[in-house]
């Protein structure tokens, strides 16, 4: 004999005597009682009354029908023998007492029956409330839950609160890559099967489709441990599949619709790219092959100074389609999620003389002012991505500003971080496109310069890689006129 069988035979012998022993209490105490009232003169039909009541405490206590009819037997034995002429027998000289004690234990029995029935309707009730509290707090925790794992763990944590059994959630993926025979069975034919059920039936194991209103989403694994489901139970997990159902029905179709936003996204931005840049690399090139073909063909005849004009013209259109190329490739990097950074300590007066030298070719008329503090800042970077962003926002401020005008690029350090800023005097910036100038392909307009040739992308480019090193990057307009463009990023140490 198993020893679970074992403990529950000695449960059940317990409470078979604590049920025992509370019945003959309370007799006892119900005779004592009736006892000191029937020598004071109490009526022997109102004693009746005190062990009815006796009767209906057992069945309280007891929560069994049994107890109660067998305490009325006892009780009528135990009136006849000490209330009833002659005493302390049990015969009866007064026909009468057979009527009551008839009487009696019709209604003892009556009164034991109706109130068992209640008690059980009771305990029903409560059952039905705590489950379906259990039920509804079930239910609400899924309005919590978005991802799909998530969803799957709280499920499988709610069937083994509800009816203490382990289990385990299959979704599609999973099963037609690695799991069982009667996981992909259960999954194919859209049955349940294992314990007890027609296919696979000898296994220990149950496994349930977990269906949506228009196709099957995975397949609910159970360890039966040999026993099957209460009614209770079916009720629970029903509901629980078909919460679990709904919410994984619900990830999936969202899961679904961001791919495919995100893929109409990708789509939309490849057509804006190569829109953009098929029409800015046409202008260049052709200047580029226009000049280089006067100058193959009229090398002989053109003076100096012109041969000079037009390859100073070839040597600018080239570098701008280098820096596009750059940016372009900077771009497919971040679109990809993954922004080049390799940080080490750079001398920040190193970064801006490397910048300043790469645009100086491209300043024409313009004035370009240094202001940096005299002691030197050292500040961990990747020191070609910041030379870049130095870059695009000088050279944007070159294209969008009158070609007399005076650009500033300031560098400061308060000791959490360093703080660039480049500082025009032209007309400053549209209202309209100061919140998305930082937005792919968003070029100059309105009051912000001209709209010299560019494909909007160096702002996008420079607040990736601004970001990507803990920083910032906005632009406001300065109060005398001209735009500001400010960005930080975290600081290193300073040496005077």
């Known amino acids: 004999m198993s020893t679970t069988k074992l403990c529950d035979i000695r449960l059940s012998k317990n409470t078979v005597l604590n049920d025992i022993l509370k019945s003959a209490l309370i007799i006892m105490l119900a005779t004592l009682l009736s006892s000191a009232l029937y020598d004071i003169g109490l009526r022997v039909e109102n004693i009746l009354m005190i062990y009815a009541v006796s009767i209906l405490i057992i069945i309280n206590e007891t929560q069994k029908l049994f107890w109660g009819v067998l305490s009325a037997v006892f009780c009528m034995l135990l009136f006849n023998f000490f209330f009833t002429e002659p005493r302390y027998t049990l015969i009866m000289n007064d026909p009468n007492y057979y009527a009551s004690l008839a009487i009696f234990l019709i209604v003892a029995f009556l009164v034991s029956t109706l109130t068992t029935k209640l008690k059980k309707q009771v305990q029903i009730s409560q059952k039905n409330e705590e489950m379906t509290f259990s039920l509804y707090k079930m239910a609400s925790g899924y309005l919590n839950l978005s991802k799909t794992d998530e969803i799957v763990k709280y499920s499988q944590k709610c069937i083994l609160g509800l009816i203490s059994k382990k289990c385990r959630i299959y979704l599609a993926d999973e099963i037609r890559t ?238 959490k971080e360093v703080i660039f800023e480049v500082i025009d005097n032209g007309a400053g910036i549209a209202k309209n496109i100061q919140a998305k100038i930082f937005d792919n392909f968003v070029t100059g307009s309105g009051n912000y310069g001209d709209t010299s040739r560019g494909t909007g992308l160096g702002l996008a480019i420079s607040k990736s890689i601004v970001e990507a090193h803990g920083g910032k990057i906005t632009v406001r307009n300065a109060p005398s006129g001209g735009a500001v463009f400010t960005f930080t990023i975290p600081a290193g140490e300073s040496k005077k």
């Open 178 to 415: 690695s799991a069982e025979e009667e996981v992909r069975w259960c999954y194919s034919n859209s049955l349940a099967c294992g314990f007890r059920e027609v296919q696979f039936r000898r296994n220990e194991k149950r496994w349930l489709p977990i269906k949506s209103s228009h196709k099957i989403i995975g397949v609910l694994e159970l360890e039966m441990g040999g026993s099957e489901f209460s009614k209770e139970e079916s009720l629970c997990l029903e509901t629980v599949i078909s919460q679990a159902a709904l919410a994984l029905d619900h990830s999936l179709m969202r899961s679904a619709e961001e791919e495919n936003i995100l893929e109409m996204e990708k789509e939309k931005f490849k057509n804006s790219l190569l829109r953009s840049i098929s029409h800015d690399i046409r202008t260049p090139l052709t200047s580029i092959a226009g000049n280089a073909s006067f100058l193959l063909e009229s090398i002989d005849t053109v003076d100096t100074e012109s041969t000079k004009a037009l390859l100073g013209d070839i040597e600018r259109d080239a570098s701008w389609l280098s820096d596009m190329v750059t940016n372009l490739l900077n771009l497919t990097k971040i679109q990809d999620g993954r922004v080049p950074v390799k940080k080490k300590n750079e001398i920040v007066d190193e970064i801006i003389a490397a910048a300043v030298e790469h645009v100086s070719k491209r300043l024409g008329l313009h004035t370009l002012v240094v202001d940096k503090p005299s002691n030197i800042i050292i500040a961990p970077m990747d020191g070609q991505l910041i030379i870049q962003v130095l870059v695009n926002l000088l050279d944007n401020a070159v294209k969008h500003t009158q070609p007399d005008s005076s650009i500033k690029l300031c560098v400061r350090n308060d000791k």
